[in-house]
């Protein structure tokens, strides 16, 4: 009975610290992904009564990704059945050339105005629309969403530490009496340690391979993906070659150090 | 090797306090029988620990099984207790091992093969007339059947030396008498050298053996 509470505590305790790591990582996969999405969705309109030239721009503000220009077509279109032909051909010449420039990454409200500046410096622009409030809000948005994972991957670390200590003094406390007895006996450090490693790591193995199975079976399930559909975000699919090696890799190293630290704490008797 | 155990003005004293053991000496050769007696808390105890290393000297010279003491590694002190059978005074058996696994600690240590220590395991637990509770854990069972499961481990690996620290204390005849045959037979078929820590020496041991008294500190020996 003493021996499978102890298997279901270090089980747990792996299984805890694996499965937040995990879905801190995912947390920021996904809010990157919609931050990419926003920055697609985002462009600055400016009106210029010359051509613009992309490399000309791109060399006054590199975050610049892409120019294109919005076609007057439409607008010309309504006005069609109002005008004569001859003023439609003339406001056609007058009318300035308008277009859609897209930004590299999400630039804050600074840089927004800079760019704004920039812009209005050139000659030709004669109007900036930069949509700075619905972009400011959806900067916050983001900027909030992102320092929330952090600081949840900062109390996961916390609480990490904190379940690392208390096995330690547990694995002391339990193996203390059968350790200091095989040292008397003469047994080596990696004979009388030789149980708790090899408890330990498959005890790791097993909540490392709960987890890479949890997480690469959720995402394809109906319930979440609805869910997921919902709220117009992608749950990214798990890499079971570098996400859950680095998970394996993550809970044998925890289990390493855990043991070796009992074993060095017990020591010489 | 003539002397199994050679001390020399040995000082022994826990931490910083004043010594316990004040000038020891004694040589023991092999295959003796040896008794050390004294009162409680002369340090009987405390000679055993320094002979397997569990405390040190602060002064003099030991030597045990041809193994100096004199800054001694982990490691030529892990090898040295390999050839010793210790038999401690609060048994130190494994709670969560069974009687069986407890026995074949020292063979495990050891390096022998699972047929071996379990060969073995048997045939010491049969002459601790243990053999019926080799699935038994330690706690399933009396002080006295605690103590010869000590014994049948101490004796497993066919040790050079014995070093039992009041083997027989609070036991029952019937486990004491069991105790006192083990140890003799391990001198007198095994060649293995003996000594005990004890308050009295059994009048029907029937062999020759070496005595030493400890009082205040000093050992002397008593012809």
Redesign the interface.
């Known amino acids: 009975m003493?021996?499978v509470s102890s298997h279901f505590s270090i089980m747990i305790s792996v299984f805890v610290l694996l499965f937040s790591f995990q879905f801190t990582n995912l947390i920021k996969s996904i809010v990157n992904d919609y931050a990419t999405k926003v920055v697609n969705d985002y462009a600055i309109v400016v009106v210029s009564s010359n051509e613009l030239k992309e490399d000309e721009l791109k060399k006054q503000i590199p975050e610049i990704e892409s120019i294109s220009e919005i076609s007057s077509k439409k607008i010309l279109d309504r006005l069609k059945n109002d005008m004569s032909s001859k003023n439609l051909a003339l406001l056609q010449v007058a009318l300035p050339k308008f277009y859609s420039l897209k930004l590299e990454s999400i630039p804050n409200k600074k840089r927004v105005e800079t760019i704004k500046q920039k812009l209005l410096g050139m000659t030709s622009i004669t109007r900036i629309e930069t949509f700075a409030k619905t972009h400011e809000k959806m900067f916050k948005m983001l900027q909030l969403l992102q320092t929330m994972v952090y600081i949840f991957a900062f109390f996961v670390a916390f609480v990490a530490i904190l379940l690392i200590f208390k096995q330690i003094r547990i694995w002391t406390y339990e193996h203390h009496?059968?350790m200091s007895?095989?040292?008397?006996?003469?047994?080596?450090f990696f004979?009388k340690s030789a149980m708790l490693y090899r408890m330990t790591l498959v005890d790791s193995l097993f909540s490392s391979i709960v987890v890479c199975a949890l997480y690469t079976i959720a995402p394809q399930m109906g319930v979440v993906q609805t869910f997921a559909a919902e709220l117009d975000i992608v749950i990214p699919p798990f890499d079971l070659l570098v996400e859950g090696g680095t998970l394996i890799g993550a809970s044998i190293l925890f289990s390493l150090l855990a043991v070796t630290i009992v074993a060095r704490k017990i020591g010489?008797? | 090797m003539e002397y199994v155990i050679k001390a020399s003005g040995l000082n022994i004293s826990y931490g910083r306090d004043e010594p316990i053991i004040t000038d020891a000496s004694m040589q023991i050769k092999a295959q003796e029988f040896v008794f050390i007696t004294g009162k409680s808390g002369s340090g009987k105890s405390t000679i055993i620990k320094s002979l397997?290393g569990?405390l040190f000297p602060n002064h003099g010279s030991l030597n045990v099984c041809g193994v100096d003491f004199k800054n001694i590694s982990?490691?030529k002190?892990?090898?040295?207790?390999?050839y010793?059978g210790?038999v401690?005074q609060d048994y130190?058996?494994?709670?969560?091992?069974t009687v069986e696994q407890n026995v074949m600690?020292?063979l495990i240590?050891g390096g022998f093969s699972k047929g071996v220590c379990t060969k073995q395991a048997h045939k010491l637990l049969k002459h601790v007339k243990l053999l019926h509770k080799i699935n038994k854990y330690p706690y399933e069972l009396s002080g006295g059947e605690q103590q010869r499961v000590a014994m049948a481990r101490a004796l497993a690996h066919n040790p050079v030396l014995i070093l039992a620290d009041e083997p027989t204390g609070n036991l029952d005849s019937y486990s004491s008498e069991v105790i006192w045959n083990l140890l003799k037979g391990a001198k007198e078929h095994l060649g293995t050298t003996v000594l005990v820590v004890t308050h009295n020496i059994p009048s029907t041991l029937g062999i020759d053996y070496k005595h030493y008294f400890l009082e205040s500190g000093v050992l002397h020996e008593v012809s």
């Open positions: 003493r021996s009496r059968r007895i095989m040292t008397l006996f003469g047994a080596s004979m010489r008797v | 397997y569990e982990s490691s002190l892990n090898l040295l207790r390999r010793l210790v401690f130190k058996l494994i709670d969560e091992w600690l020292p240590i």
